[in-house]
């Protein structure tokens, strides 16, 4: 939760009933990974939501339902290229949402991913040009989607476009709304 200038409060909750405790002991991890400037305010502490891999954790049950069934019927090898196949699956589903962290601040976008190469892409509030958000019908019942910001930082990899983008982000239009004020109050001067 976090004070705006009105004194009116804003809370963030994603709503899932994941172990809150490792969730508080990696948010305060992800505020130590970028230096936060004198009198900086953490709105948004943030990770994409479980949700946004759904479609393959589908599939890696089903890998690993294939699996059990063919320990049933006898065939070891099918059993274990199944099972093995479903625990790659949850593994890569695991890796991929723990591995990246969105950070919005009353100064700046930051998101930060990666294990033990970590980078960071972060653009100030006064920089964003443009703010779009997306989500399907399916995670919008659920409060999360994206959240794509464009800005002046340098494009990473084949991407020929200037934007950070929060994929997955748990109750993105308030998130969408935060950057969006807190951008107002920026170019305004009235921070």
């Not at 709105?43 to 479609?55: E, H, K, R, S």
């Not at 970590?118 to 997306?134: A, H, N, V």
């Not at 019942?141 to 990473?156: D, K, L, N, Y």
Request: proline share 2%.
């Amino acid at each position: 939760m976090s004070q705006k200038r009105d004194g009116s409060a804003l809370a963030y909750d994603e709503a899932e009933t994941a172990d809150r405790s490792s969730d508080r002991s990696s948010r305060t991890e992800s505020r130590r990974e970028i230096s936060l400037l004198e009198g900086e305010e953490v709105l948004v502490d943030a990770q994409p939501t479980w949700w946004n891999w759904i479609g393959h954790a589908v599939g890696g049950g089903l890998a690993g339902l294939i699996g059990v069934l063919g320990l049933a019927a006898g065939s070891a090898a099918a059993g274990v290229l199944g099972i093995v196949t479903g625990l790659v699956i949850a593994g890569y589903i695991w890796y991929r949402r723990n591995r990246v962290r969105y950070l919005v601040t009353d100064r700046r976008l930051v998101v930060i991913a990666g294990f033990t190469a970590r980078t960071t892409s972060e653009t100030w509030m006064e920089d964003i040009r443009g703010l779009q958000t997306s989500t399907t019908a399916f995670s919008r019942g659920r409060g999360f989607g994206t959240v794509t910001v464009s800005h002046a930082v340098i494009p990473q990899g084949f991407s020929r476009t200037s934007a950070l983008s929060l994929s997955g982000v748990p109750n993105y239009a308030d998130v969408a709304n935060t950057i969006r004020q807190r951008q107002s109050e920026r170019k305004a001067g009235d921070y």
